[in-house]
T-cell receptor
Framework: GQQVMQIPQYQHVQEGEDFTTYCNSS?????IQWYKQRPGGHPVFLIQ?????EVKKQKRLTFQFGEAKKNSSLHITATQTTDVGTYFC????????????FGKGTLLTVNP | GAVVSQHPSWVICKSGTSVKIECRSL??????MFWYRQFPKQSLMLMAT?????????EQGVEKDKFLINHASLTLSTLTVTSAHPEDSSFYIC????????????????????FGPGTRLLVL
């Protein structure tokens, strides 16, 4: 079945440093979505990427979807303590089941 | 964004009892809802896809007789953990699929899943 690999598993940075997490799917995706889960909370939708090579920005967050629609990245510029949490990518392979396959997530901690 | 509620937010029960968890889409109709399970420090694992008016589709390895899913209306899906045991203790999260909405200018919005706040189940 479809697998979505996400690295790194953990990332600890000093406040102000940049952060990147990467996702790679075993199959071509219809779209990829990114979620943030704060400690003790539930996943919150951040963004969806659909087009090959797509790049979207949300303030300090930059999301990219690879040309082959198999990989994606989330980059945070100048991290803040409010960025702490686990970032998950979730791939949708298309079809009528609308299922998402989640990566294992990257736990980001930020030292003030 | 769309709101999904889940009830209860946490439950402690004795081994052998059954626990029902409700998932509601509050401001949109969801023909499809999903149930996930998340163990500490792990990712979300899809358990089943719940379709309104039809039987749920379970992922491989998930016992359908143990995890009963009912999606009786467009805004409510329930997950019942029958004869719960300590190994069923986990964080259960539902999500509801929101169809793309027509935006101003004729553009189609994004289709996404909105997650409920989750239910923490502890079986003693």
């Amino acid at each position: 079945g479809q697998q979505v690999m996400q690295i790194p598993q953990y990332q600890h940075v000093q406040e102000g440093e940049d952060f990147t997490t990467y996702c790679n799917s075993s199959t071509t995706l219809s779209n990829i979505q990114w979620y943030k889960q704060r400690p003790g909370g539930h996943p919150v939708f951040l963004i969806q990427l659909v087009k090959s090579g797509e790049v979207k920005k949300q303030k300090r967050l930059t999301f990219q979807f690879g040309e082959a629609k198999k990989n994606s990245s989330l980059h945070i510029t100048a991290t803040q303590t409010t960025d702490v949490g686990t970032y998950f990518c979730a791939g949708h392979s298309g079809g009528s089941n609308y299922k998402l396959t989640f990566g294992k997530g990257t736990l980001l901690t930020v030292n003030p | 964004g769309a709101v999904v509620s889940q009830h209860p937010s946490w439950v402690i029960c004795k081994s052998g009892t059954s626990v029902k968890i409700e998932c509601r889409s509050l401001d949109f109709q969801a023909t499809t809802m999903f149930w996930y399970r998340q163990f500490p420090k792990q990712s979300l694992m899809l358990m089943a896809t719940s379709n309104e008016g039809s039987k749920a589709t379970y992922e491989q390895g998930v016992e359908k007789d143990k995890f009963l899913i009912n999606h009786a209306s467009l805004t409510l899906s329930t997950l019942t953990v029958t004869s719960a045991h300590p190994e069923d203790s986990s964080f259960y999260i539902c999500s509801a699929r929101d169809l793309p909405r027509l935006l101003a200018g004729g553009l189609l919005g994004e289709e996404t899943q909105y997650f409920g706040p989750g239910t923490r189940l502890l079986v003693l």
